[in-house]
T-cell receptor, first 114, second 112 residues
Framework: EPEVTQTPSHQVTQMGQEVILRCVPI?????FYWYRQILGQKVEFLVS????????KSEIFDDQFSVERPDGSNFTLKIRSTKLEDSAMYFC????????????FGPGTRLTVL | SQQGEEDPQALSIQEGENATMNCSYK?????LQWYRQNSGRGLVHLIL?????REKHSGRLRVTLDTSKKSSSLLITASRAADTASYFC????????????FGAGTRLAVHP
């Protein structure tokens, strides 16, 4: 069964460094999302992406964040200058038009900012 | 309070018992979904109920939706130790088909 994959599973970085989190959505999906979950807290929406552009973003998704679909299969989240409070689990999700309401989530990348 | 609040926050039961989790939300919705998360893992979609539906079943899962009260419940019947996980409700706000708004979740522990 197709699934969303994410790499790396765990990323440790120093404050101020740039990180890129990678996701490979399910191949026939057209809508892509990033969410994050700070330890012990609820899952929060960051951004949605459709037709090669951002369709919606949250207040969390400030100028330090960007997303890209560079090659038709990968979907990346970049944090330009990480802060301690960016430490969280980051989930990628995708969905298609046939089942327009169900988002399929990847296993997540745990980002630790030191 | 925020969209998608679950109660109880934690639930501990014995195998074979039923587990009921509730979710309340604030704004109008297109649909409400329940997800499961094993400790430190990804989110697994369990079931979706649309705003014009009142009840839905999937295996041992039963979901109800009361749009007048802006609430939903998830019932897991005949629970198993493998059902131990966190369960989240997530709403898709009315007028859009994009972001999911998650609640804080219920941590379910099923003891053998």
């Amino acid at each position: 069964e197709p699934e969303v994959t994410q790499t790396p599973s765990h990323q440790v970085t120093q404050m101020g460094q740039e990180v890129i989190l990678r996701c490979v959505p399910i191949s026939n999906h057209l809508y892509f999302y990033w969410y994050r979950q700070i330890l012990g807290q609820k899952v929060e929406f960051l951004v949605s992406f459709y037709n090669n552009e951002i369709s919606e973003k949250s207040e969390i998704f400030d100028d330090q964040f960007s997303v890209e679909r560079p090659d038709g299969s990968n979907f990346t989240l970049k944090i330009r200058s990480t802060k301690l409070e960016d430490s969280a689990m980051y989930f990628c999700a995708s969905k298609n038009k046939i089942s327009p309401d169900t988002q399929y989530f990847g296993p997540g990348t745990r980002l630790t900012v030191l | 309070s925020q969209q998608g609040e679950e109660d109880p926050q934690a639930l501990s039961i014995q195998e074979g018992e039923n587990a009921t989790m509730n979710c309340s939300y604030k704004t109008s919705i297109n649909n409400l979904q329940w997800y499961r998360q094993n400790s430190g893992r990804g989110l697994v979609h369990l079931i979706l109920i649309r705003s014009n539906e009142r009840e839905k079943h999937s295996g041992r899962l039963r979901v109800t939706l009361d749009t007048s009260k802006k609430s939903s419940s998830l019932l897991i019947t005949a629970s198993r130790a493998a059902d131990t996980a966190s369960y989240f409700c997530a709403t898709v706000p009315g007028g859009g088909y994009n972001k999911l708004i998650f609640g804080a979740g219920t941590r379910l522990a099923v003891h053998p």
